[in-house]
Nanobody, 125 residues
Framework: QLQLVESGGALVQSGGSLRLSCLAS????????VAWFRQVPGKEREGIFC????????DYLDSVKGRLTITRDGAKKMVYLDINNLKPEDTAVYYC??????????????????WGRGTQVTVAS
C-alpha cells in the first residue's frame, strides 16, 4: 500500500521561497496521480495541483498560478511543491495525496485515497 510522508514545512518570511517534499513508499509511484492540498484551520482542504505518472499536470487553484509549481522525480519517489513569493495567506498545513490512476479533473479530497500527515507552513508578514 502506498505511503506518503511530507517534509519541508517551516516558518518563513513573506516574500521567501520554500520547497515541500512528498516521499512515496510501498508501491510504484508511476501508477499514481499525486496531488498537493492545503488546509487552513476551520476550512476545508483545497486541492492545488495534481501530477500524473506521465508528468501531465492538473491545476486546481487559480489563485496560486505562477507562484506554486508541482514536479515529480519518479526515480527518487518524490513529488515536490515549490512555493515562491510566499504570502501570509499561504499559511496552512500542506498535504500530499494520491490516487491509483489518472489525476481527476477536480481537486476534491474525496477523489484521493492515500494521504500523508501534512507539513506546516507559516508565513510571517
Amino acid at each position: 500500500q502506498l505511503q506518503l510522508v511530507e517534509s519541508g514545512g517551516a516558518l518563513v518570511q513573506s516574500g521567501g521561497s520554500l520547497r515541500l517534499s512528498c516521499l512515496a513508499s510501498g508501491d510504484t509511484l508511476g501508477f499514481y496521480g499525486v496531488a498537493w492540498f492545503r488546509q487552513v484551520p476551520g476550512k476545508e482542504r483545497e486541492g492545488i495541483f495534481c501530477i500524473g505518472g506521465n508528468g501531465y499536470r492538473w491545476d486546481y487553484l487559480d489563485s496560486v498560478k505562477g507562484r506554486l509549481t508541482i514536479t515529480r522525480d519518479g526515480a527518487k519517489k518524490m513529488v515536490y511543491l515549490d512555493i515562491n513569493n510566499l504570502k501570509p495567506e499561504d499559511t496552512a498545513v500542506y498535504y500530499c495525496a494520491a490516487l491509483l490512476g489518472l489525476c481527476p479533473t477536480d481537486g476534491e479530497e474525496k477523489n484521493f485515497n492515500f494521504w500523508g500527515r501534512g507539513t506546516q507552513v507559516t508565513v510571517a508578514s
